[in-house]
């Protein structure tokens, strides 16, 4: 009898029901539970419901839930304006202009909270010459919030307390079968907003899931339409590729999808430099290792890598016509930042970084006297020896470098003396002809 009875509830739990135009999926179909939401995540959907509001989880959050993948942030929707949010929530704020979200802090951990908005029907629509949507601020319904969402995937309710998925788009089926497929007709939600062609190259590189075919399919002929998206905007995306963790699977599919020249200046500094292909690949296949082994990587670092060939050409065409290797090295440096500036590729706030990391190159090759010690207490050190060691990889300089740096770092004081390099004798000569009285403009950061 209870065996029945069971066996009842049981077959009813697993039924995905329909509930308006919505699917909604069970527990005992999806299996996540509501014990993998963050702790601030929960709580917000636990608060809103209990103050009487509609309340998700939504977004990347619960795609990477299902595809047992660890989601980056828990981002909540709800039918509660952003006012009522913060009613809800004492230690919360509202940010964001074009579209206000509330943001709803605990501890370390910040929930970004947006309320259902719909997409603005096409003859209302602010859009510019090309179709690009300007504005998209109106609030809606959970029903419009899921159709202005860019793909299936991405476009689920999650509610912790019942623990069911809210589907309008069958996304739930779409992602169980690994397909990334937009919601509507790709061609006009590219026009909308063309950087959905670059959020489908980097989704399905990096969760590993195919592009469905008419998701795919437009974005040859409609890539052009990325001129026209605001830089900053572009540089935004081009990041979160190369810090996806999966960059290079990203810059494959890119160059797949004849996606690459002359969109992304960023980008083009890597299609550029045949020469340096094999020493920024190597660059990148170390960012995504360390981003998975949950280890820091600074956008800097990042720039200073893909920059890197450029620099060293330019620094070797100035050492060959006789300047000096450290005066060479600054106008080289310059040079390049120089036409990144011009073409708004790499944000300003890093050069100082890069070019610390790019200097102390020169001085990794200095194995004598006080100098190696002097380098050890540098705080770029691990930076610019991490960089070295991309540069011993790929082949520009010699191995032997790399481990006598990686013994010298470790070794005892009297190990250390013994590492130490006879000083040449030219260099000694000219180095007490002129003692360091006369440093090289602007060299006193980090070259000697
Ligand atoms: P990630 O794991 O990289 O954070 P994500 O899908 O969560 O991926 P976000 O940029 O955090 O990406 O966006 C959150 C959600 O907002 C998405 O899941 C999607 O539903 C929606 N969204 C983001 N960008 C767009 C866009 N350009 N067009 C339509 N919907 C979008
Ligand atoms: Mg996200």
């Known amino acids: 009898m209870i065996k029945k009875f069971l066996k009842r509830v049981f077959r009813k739990s697993e039924k995905v029901k329909t509930v308006g135009n919505a699917q909604v999926i069970p527990f005992a179909l999806h299996g996540v539970a509501s014990v993998q939401i963050s702790y601030g995540a929960k709580k917000v959907t636990d608060g809103l419901q209990a103050a009487g509001y509609q309340a998700y989880v939504v977004g990347g959050a619960v795609r990477d839930l299902l595809l047992d993948k660890t989601p980056k942030d828990f981002d909540v929707a709800t039918d509660a304006t952003p006012e009522q949010v913060r009613r809800v929530f004492r230690r919360s704020r509202i940010i964001g202009r074009r579209f206000r979200l509330v943001h709803v802090m605990f501890g ?7 309320t259902f908005r719909r997409m603005i029907e096409a003859e209302d629509a602010q859009t510019d010459e090309h179709g690009r949507l300007l504005r998209d601020n109106e609030f809606g319904d959970q029903e419009q919030d899921a159709a202005r969402r860019d793909f299936t995937a991405n476009a689920l309710f999650y509610d912790p307390s019942s623990q069911e998925i809210f589907d309008f788009h069958r996304g739930y089926a779409d992602t169980r079968d690994g397909v990334l497929r937009m919601i509507g007709d790709p061609v006009v939600r590219y026009r909308e907003d063309p950087v959905r ?3 489908a190259v980097r989704l399905s590189a990096k969760l590993d899931i195919k592009l469905d075919v008419a998701t795919a399919a437009p974005i040859a002929k409609m890539k052009d339409l990325l001129d026209n998206v605001p830089e900053a905007r572009l540089l935004d995306e081009v990041l979160k590729m190369l810090l996806s963790g999966h960059s290079v699977e990203c810059i494959q599919q890119l160059r797949k999808m004849d996606l690459h020249h002359g969109l992304l200046p960023l980008l083009d500094v890597i299609w550029e430099q045949p020469r340096g292909e094999k020493f920024i690949m190597l660059a990148l296949r170390n960012t995504d290792d360390r981003l998975r082994q949950d280890k ?14 450029e620099v060293r050409t330019a620094w070797d065409i100035r050492v060959k016509n006789g300047e000096r290797p450290i005066g060479a090295m600054h106008e080289a440096m310059d040079e390049v930042l120089a036409k990144q500036k011009a073409r708004m590729a790499i944000p300003h706030r890093h050069d100082a970084v890069m070019k610390e990391i790019w200097l102390l190159q020169q001085r990794f090759e200095q194995c004598s006297g006080q100098r190696p010690f002097r380098l050890l207490e540098h705080p770029r050190f691990r930076a610019g020896y991490d960089f070295l060691l991309l540069r011993c990889a790929s082949g520009e300089v010699d191995d032997e470098l790399g481990l006598w740096w990686d013994e010298f770092q470790d070794a005892s004081s009297e190990r250390r003396e013994e590492m130490l390099q006879p000083e040449k004798s030219a260099e000694k000569k000219r180095r007490r002809r002129k003692p360091r009285s006369k440093p090289t403009a602007g060299a006193s950061a980090s070259a000697e």
């Open 296 to 309: 820091t990587v600074s956008p800097a670092f990042l720039f200073a890598a893909l920059l890197w060939p």
């Open 197 to 199: 062609m670059l959020r």
């Open 108 to 114: 370390e951990e910040v929930v970004e909270v947006s």
